[in-house]
């Protein structure tokens, strides 16, 4: 699993303000969310649609943009391989935590989740070839599943 302690490298400062800000966010956020896919929805939500950059207003006031949007890139992309390390199964109950967490009512989500499939909009910018098609393979699966289990009729083709 991600471990922003292991990041720092001789005593390069900006490593070590990398560290800080990427320990800052494990230590005040990451490690609140209990589910991986939560983090990684956390994580996707602070990058800007416009220029791609992340954007967290407390880690940048405290270690400045460059740093909090380092930290962000880095541990969104850390996150991101820690899902793809879980066999179907486990990104299955990691999934199913993430949904037990969320205020809306579970099939409105799943069916949501099939038309709009938002999930896309999870992945790291520095992700490419193998890596997207399989996390998009493993979450199709997934989708399916949900769909199963919260008896969900499939997205309408024709809308």
Request: proline share 3%; no cysteine; glycine share 6%.
């Amino acid at each position: 699993m991600y471990d922003p302690n292991v990041e720092m490298k001789g005593g390069d400062i900006s490593a070590a303000l990398d560290r800080g800000a990427a320990s800052d966010l494990w230590r005040n956020t990451l490690s609140q969310i209990p589910s991986v896919f939560g983090r990684l929805v956390y994580l996707a939500s602070l990058r800007n649609a416009n220029s791609g950059r992340y954007e967290h207003h407390g880690l940048a006031l405290i270690f400045g943009e460059e740093e909090a949007n380092r930290a962000l890139k880095k541990s969104h992309s850390n996150i991101f391989a820690d899902w793809l390390a879980f066999n179907v199964e486990q990104q299955k109950v990691d999934l199913d935590l993430y949904i037990s967490g969320l205020f809306e009512d579970k099939r409105t989500v799943v069916e949501t989740w099939l038309k709009l499939a938002p999930y896309r909009n999870l992945i790291p910018t520095t992700v490419r070839g193998v890596e997207r098609r399989l996390y998009i393979s493993d979450l199709t699966a997934l989708m399916e599943l949900l769909r199963n289990e919260y008896a969900v009729a499939g997205p309408d083709r024709d809308e």
